[in-house]
């Protein structure tokens, strides 16, 4: 089924129950190809335009349809906009692949290596879901953790992300050189309008994680009222460290890096380094 318009898409999916809606299908076909997905159905979602493009809403909020292609992202206008988000669609894999891979598609996968998921997450934005009858809002993060999940008959259809218009920072690391999957992932936004800082951690656990308490540590150690030169000096270095330290303690914890087989141990602890190394330079780079 090829529906011209959202209207005709939601229809679709009401009437065809288990249909599966798709845009790039690059996790999708996947997915099939390996045999874990058996769709009754697919509904493409390739002629409805008003889903692959952007646009501000009164509040100081980007509208992202749900269509939106990493590649689209990664041009000036909008990485001007959602830096963060941007560099981490810059990442999320060869040309090929971020021309047809969505927004959309990456949150209604939720693959833990999804890079757009902990920039969504730390920027606290929302997801439209649109049925037949009417629409409603879920934050990204209860999407992901199943607190509220796509229900059946629903589209997700637009994501809603709040204009920080401040430093934000996505980094990852792979296990190799090029486009590849994250082996873990770090988003670092600063909020200072409410003297906060935010961080999610992406592709050590099924979903991106949030070290809530990291984050109430470190705003208080910022200096929020510095200006200019003293700006990129506004944090103490070791606090920078230890803050590094404290997402990777909450984001691998204790029960992970002991002691197991096949070197189990040891690959945690890399884990826990790698994770603190890139939340210390996310905060680096955000406070310069």
Same mark, same amino acid.
């Given at each position: ?5 959202? $209207?005709? /898409? ?7 129950? !288990? ?5 790039g299908a690059t996790d999708l076909m996947e997915a099939v190809n390996a045999g874990r997905l058996r769709p009754a159905a697919l509904i493409g979602l390739g002629r ?9 809403? $009164?509040? &100081? ?13 990664? @041009? ?20 090929? %692949? @971020? ?7 990456? %949150? ?5 290596? &999804? +890079? ?16 037949? !009858? ?6 990204? #993060?209860?999407?992901?953790? !199943?607190? $509220? ?10 994501? @809603? ?16 050189? &090029?486009? #590849?999957?994250?082996? /873990? ?5 600063? $909020? ?21 308490? /990291?984050? #109430?540590?470190?705003? !208080?150690? %910022?200096?929020? +009222?510095?200006?200019? +030169? ?5 944090? +103490?270095? /070791?606090?920078a460290a230890a803050f590094g330290e404290y997402v990777a303690a909450a984001c691998v914890p204790d029960g992970m890096t002991e002691s197991g087989p096949g070197g ?15 939340? @210390?330079?996310?905060? &680096?780079?955000?406070?310069?």
């Amino acid at each position: 089924m090829l529906p011209a318009s959202l $209207d005709e /898409a939601v229809e679709a999916l009401a009437a065809t129950p !288990g249909a599966v809606p798709v845009a790039g299908a690059t996790d999708l076909m996947e997915a099939v190809n390996a045999g874990r997905l058996r769709p009754a159905a697919l509904i493409g979602l390739g002629r409805i335009t008003e889903l692959r493009g952007w646009r501000y809403e $009164d509040g &100081g909020t980007a509208v992202l349809g749900a269509g939106l292609t990493h590649a689209r992202m990664d @041009r000036p206008d909008f990485s001007a906009l959602i830096p963060a988000l941007a560099d981490a669609a810059r990442t999320a894999g060869p040309p090929q %692949i @971020r021309n047809v891979g969505t927004l959309g598609g990456n %949150i209604a996968t939720a693959a833990p290596a &999804g +890079d757009t998921l902990p920039v969504l997450a730390a920027l606290e934005a929302t997801v439209t879901l649109a049925r037949a !009858g009417g629409t409603r809002e879920v934050p990204v #993060s209860h999407l992901l953790t !199943g607190l $509220d999940p796509v229900r059946p008959g629903e589209l997700l259809t637009w994501v @809603r992300v709040p204009l920080l218009h401040a430093p934000q920072v996505f980094l990852k690391a792979t296990g190799r050189s &090029g486009p #590849s999957r994250a082996t /873990a992932s770090v988003a670092l936004v600063l $909020d200072p309008a409410r003297r906060a800082v935010r961080c999610a951690v992406g592709a050590v656990a099924p979903v991106p994680l949030r070290p809530l308490e /990291a984050e #109430s540590w470190v705003a !208080g150690c %910022i200096d929020w +009222d510095a200006r200019g +030169d003293q700006a990129a000096s506004a944090i +103490d270095p /070791a606090a920078a460290a230890a803050f590094g330290e404290y997402v990777a303690a909450a984001c691998v914890p204790d029960g992970m890096t002991e002691s197991g087989p096949g070197g189990a141990h040891a690959a945690a602890m890399r884990l826990r380094r790698t994770v603190s190394v890139l939340a @210390r330079r996310a905060l &680096g780079r955000a406070l310069k």
